[in-house]
């Protein structure tokens, strides 16, 4: 069974053959529901929604309409994924949502229905739209009558009270894990010396948009970004596919090997978790970190019950001909990082940071 998102936009409804499209819904209905975004609110949940910068959607919100939507929560029973042309291409999609939009689309007269056509899509606009997931979705019946009008605006419009609030979109949005410095999350923050949340995901700008972060510096190939959190300000580091902070191969296969972690948010899997923290600590840094030398042989003896004494980590070419064995092994390469800000030994001249820069790079 899959969970599924349809909107019908407000351009659409006005249409006199309204009724006429309506009536093309086959599937299971979980819940049918009108939705007003007030006109100051409607480009910034348009945005998001669709994950294209504002100035990208003025196109698109001629086609929606700025007025009340009629949303639907579907239930399709039996998915059958065939190859339909889309406007990305040749794509396997769920045949019986992607053949209502297109029939709504035709009946109406143009783009003012959305529709979600895989399951990736369904959960994540669901989650955006409703706050609920779509397995949670699954476990309702059908609707027996219209819900309460709404004004709701997505998840996290308003900031977060909590950042399990935000791993809980991330989960359902967005590939991503926790880099490190997570053994306290979601409730301890910060570890002493490491004053923000290091992730990597799979897109940095769809990221940025579902986080509502804002830049904290103004270079473009900087990735630290703020949002609000209760009230208080809290940094994340946005490291992504092909930013060469990592070879991106081994960037794409931490995604593939990630593991749910207690707090209920994606991590490293042990491994890894290693091998990148090594790697982040003698390629990454000027010197050993103490609190790093001191995990890193708490993990190797928890690991493959090696024992390596503190001190080695602080020989930088010891250290080195251990991850190098590693990365070997894999095919991985050393790589220098996008983010010129970040320092990196194999980086021909180093950027020269301002103390309050430097404190970022934790």
Same mark, same amino acid.
Request: with cysteine.
């Given at each position: 069974?899959?969970?599924?998102?349809? @909107?019908?936009?407000?351009?659409?409804?006005?249409?006199?053959?309204?009724?006429?499209?309506?009536?093309?819904?086959?599937?299971?209905?979980?819940?049918?529901?009108?939705?007003?975004?007030?006109?100051?609110?409607?480009?910034?949940?348009?945005?998001?929604?669709?994950?294209?910068?504002?100035?990208?959607?003025?196109?698109?919100?001629?086609?929606?309409?700025?007025?009340?939507?009629?949303?639907?929560?579907?239930?399709?029973?039996?998915?059958?994924?065939?190859?339909?042309?889309?406007?990305?291409?040749?794509?396997?999609?769920?045949?019986?949502?992607?053949?209502?939009?297109?029939?709504?689309?035709?009946?109406?007269?143009?783009?003012?229905?959305?529709?979600?056509?895989?399951?990736?899509?369904?959960?994540?606009?669901?989650?955006?739209?409703?706050?609920?997931?779509?397995?949670?979705?699954?476990?309702?019946?059908?609707?027996?009558?219209?819900?309460?009008?709404?004004?709701? %605006?997505?998840?996290?419009?308003?900031?977060?009270?909590?950042?399990?609030?935000?791993?809980?979109?991330?989960?359902?949005?967005?590939?991503?894990?926790?880099?490190?410095?997570?053994?306290?999350?979601?409730?301890?923050?910060?570890?002493?010396?490491?004053?923000?949340?290091?992730?990597?995901?799979?897109?940095?700008?769809?990221?940025?948009?579902?986080?509502?972060?804002?830049?904290?510096?103004?270079?473009?190939?900087?990735?630290?970004?703020?949002?609000?959190?209760?009230?208080?300000?809290?940094?994340?580091?946005?490291?992504? @596919?092909?930013?060469?902070?990592?070879?991106?191969?081994?960037?794409?296969?931490?995604?593939?090997?990630?593991?749910?972690?207690?707090?209920?948010?994606?991590?490293?899997?042990?491994?890894?978790?290693?091998?990148?923290?090594?790697?982040?600590?003698?390629?990454?840094?000027?010197?050993?970190?103490?609190?790093?030398?001191?995990?890193?042989?708490?993990?190797?003896?928890?690991?493959?019950?090696?024992? @390596?004494?503190?001190?080695?980590?602080?020989?930088?070419?010891?250290?080195?001909?251990?991850?190098?064995?590693?990365?070997?092994?894999?095919?991985?390469?050393?790589?220098?990082?996008? %983010?010129?800000?970040?320092?990196? @030994?194999?980086?021909?001249?180093?950027?020269?940071?301002?103390?309050?820069?430097?404190?970022?790079?934790?």
């Amino acid at each position: 069974m899959e969970a599924h998102l349809l @909107i019908v936009w407000a351009n659409g409804l006005a249409k006199p053959q309204a009724a006429d499209a309506l009536d093309l819904i086959r599937l299971p209905v979980l819940r049918r529901q009108r939705l007003l975004w007030p006109g100051d609110r409607f480009m910034a949940n348009l945005s998001r929604f669709y994950d294209r910068d504002i100035a990208t959607l003025q196109l698109k919100s001629h086609e929606t309409g700025l007025g009340e939507c009629l949303t639907f929560v579907l239930r399709d029973d039996a998915p059958r994924y065939e190859a339909r042309l889309t406007s990305t291409g040749l794509r396997l999609v769920n045949a019986a949502m992607f053949d209502l939009r297109e029939a709504m689309r035709v009946r109406l007269g143009g783009n003012m229905v959305h529709a979600t056509v895989t399951a990736e899509e369904g959960r994540r606009d669901l989650y955006l739209l409703t706050g609920q997931r779509a397995d949670a979705w699954l476990q309702q019946p059908a609707m027996a009558e219209e819900a309460a009008p709404s004004q709701a %605006d997505l998840v996290g419009a308003h900031g977060w009270k909590h950042l399990d609030e935000i791993f809980a979109l991330f989960n359902e949005a967005l590939p991503y894990l926790v880099l490190r410095n997570f053994e306290g999350l979601p409730d301890q923050i910060y570890v002493p010396g490491h004053n923000d949340v290091d992730m990597l995901v799979s897109n940095r700008d769809a990221a940025v948009r579902l986080l509502g972060g804002k830049p904290v510096f103004p270079q473009p190939w900087r990735v630290h970004y703020s949002i609000d959190l209760n009230g208080h300000d809290v940094r994340f580091d946005l490291r992504h @596919i092909g930013d060469k902070y990592y070879d991106t191969r081994w960037e794409l296969d931490l995604l593939s090997r990630r593991i749910m972690a207690p707090g209920g948010f994606y991590r490293p899997e042990p491994i890894d978790y290693f091998y990148t923290l090594l790697y982040h600590a003698v390629v990454h840094k000027r010197a050993m970190k103490p609190d790093y030398a001191e995990r890193l042989s708490r993990m190797a003896a928890d690991l493959a019950g090696w024992t @390596i004494a503190q001190d080695l980590f602080f020989d930088r070419n010891r250290a080195l001909e251990i991850l190098s064995r590693h990365m070997n092994g894999r095919g991985y390469k050393p790589t220098v990082p996008s %983010d010129h800000s970040v320092f990196c @030994i194999f980086r021909p001249q180093q950027p020269q940071q301002q103390p309050q820069q430097q404190a970022q790079q934790q």
